[in-house]
C-alpha cells in the first residue's frame, strides 16, 4: 500500500501561481511513476503531468504544456506541482497518483490515489 496526502491548493487570482505537493508513505516510494490529475465539477478526471520513477522524465496534457512543471523528492517521498500562470479553467480537485507505467496519462493505469486538494483560480 502507499498512501499519498495532497496540500498546497487554495484560491488564487488568474495569472497567479501554486506549488502543490504530494507526500507518499508506505511502499517505496521511488518505484512508482507518479501523476497528478484534476476533476472539475461534472466533468470526468483528467491527466495533468506525469514523472517517471527511473529518470524523472515528465509528461504534461497539452492544455498545461509551459505553464505546469513536476517535480519529485525521492528522499523526501514528495512529488511537486508547479502551477503558473494559472487560468480560471484550472479550477478543479487535484489528485496525486501512483502507478508501475511509463509517460501513463490513463487514471485507471494508477494504483493509488490521494483525497485532493482544491484549485480554485478566479477571473
Known amino acids: 500500500q502507499v498512501q499519498l496526502v495532497e496540500s498546497g491548493g487554495g484560491l488564487v487570482q488568474a495569472g497567479g501561481s501554486l506549488r502543490l505537493s504530494c507526500a507518499a508513505s508506505g511502499r517505496t516510494f521511488n518505484n512508482y511513476a507518479m501523476g497528478w490529475f484534476r476533476q472539475a465539477p461534472g466533468k470526468e478526471r483528467e491527466f495533468v503531468a506525469h514523472i517517471s520513477r527511473s529518470d524523472s522524465s515528465t509528461n504534461f496534457a497539452d492544455s498545461v504544456k509551459g505553464r505546469f512543471t513536476m517535480s519529485r523528492d525521492n528522499a523526501k517521498n514528495t512529488v511537486y506541482l508547479q502551477m503558473n500562470s494559472l487560468k480560471p479553467e484550472d479550477t478543479a480537485v487535484y489528485y496525486c497518483?501512483?502507478?508501475?507505467?511509463?509517460?501513463?496519462?490513463?487514471?485507471?493505469?494508477?494504483?493509488?490515489w490521494g483525497q485532493g486538494t482544491q484549485v480554485t483560480v478566479s477571473s
Open positions: 497518483a501512483a502507478a508501475n507505467c511509463y509517460r501513463c496519462t490513463n487514471p485507471r493505469l494508477y494504483d493509488y
